[in-house]
């Protein structure tokens, strides 16, 4: 399995970014898919996570309400979501993919590069 991150970015405080992932390879051992974000000098924190057939969602306290995360199965693909942006989400965004959701990064085998998102204050 594959992941490939795409649509980081510089934004304003305030503003919006998308973050999309697209998932190749033996998608069928695919059931959750998760967004997890590095801050520098930070520990890598999850941010969101999906099932697979979209009926159950997890986000993290700090994105709630501001972040959403979407999976589009017909093009194997996973997207987050991000409004009111502040300088505290600036990091390194990471998508991965696991059998089943969890908020927890060791649960997840399958990771794509990274896209950094930058929020100037």
């Known amino acids: 399995v594959q992941l490939q991150a795409s649509g980081g970015g510089l934004v304003q405080t305030g503003g919006s970014l998308r973050v999309s992932c697209a998932v190749s390879?033996?998608?069928?051992?695919?059931?959750?898919m998760g967004w997890f974000r590095q801050a520098p000098g930070k520990e890598c924190e999850f941010v969101a996570a999906?099932?697979?057939?979209?009926?159950?969602?997890a986000y993290a306290n700090a994105v709630k309400g501001r972040f959403t995360i979407s999976t589009d199965n017909a093009k194997n693909t996973f997207s987050l979501q991000m409004n009111s942006l502040t300088p505290e989400d600036t990091a390194v965004y990471y998508c991965?993919?696991?059998?089943?959701?969890?908020?927890?990064?060791?649960?997840?085998?399958?990771w794509g590069q990274g896209t950094l998102v930058t929020v100037s204050s």
């Open positions: 991965a993919a696991s059998n089943d959701m969890s908020t927890a990064k060791d649960k997840y085998p399958y």
């Open positions: 390879g033996r998608t069928s051992s695919i059931n959750a």
């Open positions: 999906i099932l697979g057939n979209a009926r159950s969602t």
